[in-house]
């Protein structure tokens, strides 16, 4: 299966990596930015959609980011692509959503939502199905973290000794309000209540080390209490290497013929 990266970063390098043992899976070109000079593969490295779409990929993987989503999709699906995204963030801006949804409901390709760093997608999602009545995402990250975000107008990051909640509300705002933090939130929400229904905290706790989420739900279904400490990416801190992990298993389950 021939699959294009837009992205050349951590996760692409991983992917990549992956790709590169697997028999069915061959990564046949990647789109970055001009300050892309390199490819992290060995496959070639390209500027825009036209030249990548030469390379005739059946599906394309969103590594980049949340601009990357709002450039490519429309136009990935217009062509009949698959376009997987991990910068599912960029999905709690509406407009894109939209956009997003409209271009796909018109496509013989499809959006498909990778998990990342979130555990428990799969209960979430099925438990949905019987009705969900709470979903609660708290993320915490080390004090030095949050540097950079809002946080730092709010907090004394510094000066934090114990686990202090930097935000509280819902998926949405948290997504819009920390946009460069805003991907596990965005996939509670898409895969369970919604992003206003979706409560979430963030937490600034000087007791981690990892980025830790911790997902709880309730519904006819039962309840989940899900806790992941996540190990950062090799090659990228602020990433955690759930996130390429969870492209990994979704571009194995496309070639293969049994699927979990
Ligand atoms: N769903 C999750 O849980 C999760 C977790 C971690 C990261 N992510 C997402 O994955 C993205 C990539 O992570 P990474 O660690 O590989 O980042 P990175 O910074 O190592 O690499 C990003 C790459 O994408 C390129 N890029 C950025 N914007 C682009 C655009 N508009 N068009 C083309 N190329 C573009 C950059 O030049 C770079 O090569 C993050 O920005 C984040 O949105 C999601």
Redesign the pocket.
């Known amino acids: 299966m021939k699959i294009a990266l ?7 390098k991983l992917v990549a990596q992956f790709c590169a043992q697997q028999q069915k899976l061959e990564v046949v070109a990647a ?3 001009p ?2 000079t390199v490819s992290v593969g060995d496959y070639p490295l390209v500027r825009t959609l036209p030249e990548m779409l030469r390379f005739k990929p059946a599906l394309v993987v969103e ?6 989503v709002a ?2 999709a429309g136009p990935v699906l217009a062509e009949g692509l698959d376009f997987i995204i ?4 960029s999905l709690a801006d509406e407009a894109l959503w939209n956009a997003v949804k409209a271009a796909a409901d018109t496509s013989t390709g499809r959006v498909k939502l ?1 998990a ?3 555990p428990g997608v799969d209960a979430l999602a099925s438990g949905k199905l019987a009705g969900l009545s709470k979903v609660t995402l708290r993320s915490s990250k080390p004090p030095r973290a949050w540097k950079g975000t809002p946080a730092e107008q709010t907090h004394n990051l510094d000066a934090i000794a114990a686990p202090t909640v930097i935000f509280s509300g819902n998926a949405r705002q948290a997504a819009l309000t920390f946009p460069k933090n805003a ?2 939130a965005a ?1 509670a929400a898409l895969a369970g209540l919604g992003f206003e229904a979706t409560t979430v905290q963030l937490v600034a706790d000087p007791g981690v080390t990892q980025n830790v989420h911790h997902l709880e739900a309730e519904g006819a279904f039962g309840r989940l209490n899900l806790r992941i400490e996540a190990n950062p ?1 090799p ?2 801190p ?3 290497h ?2 390429a992990l ?1 492209i990994m298993r979704l571009l194995q389950n496309e070639a293969a013929p049994i699927v979990i």
């Open positions: 837009i992205g050349n970063g951590a996760i692409a789109l970055g930015l300050t892309d590594c980049a980011g949340h601009s990357a450039a490519y991990v910068s599912t963030g990778v990342g760093a979130l991907n596990v996939t990416s090659d990228n602020k990433t955690s759930m996130a969870s």
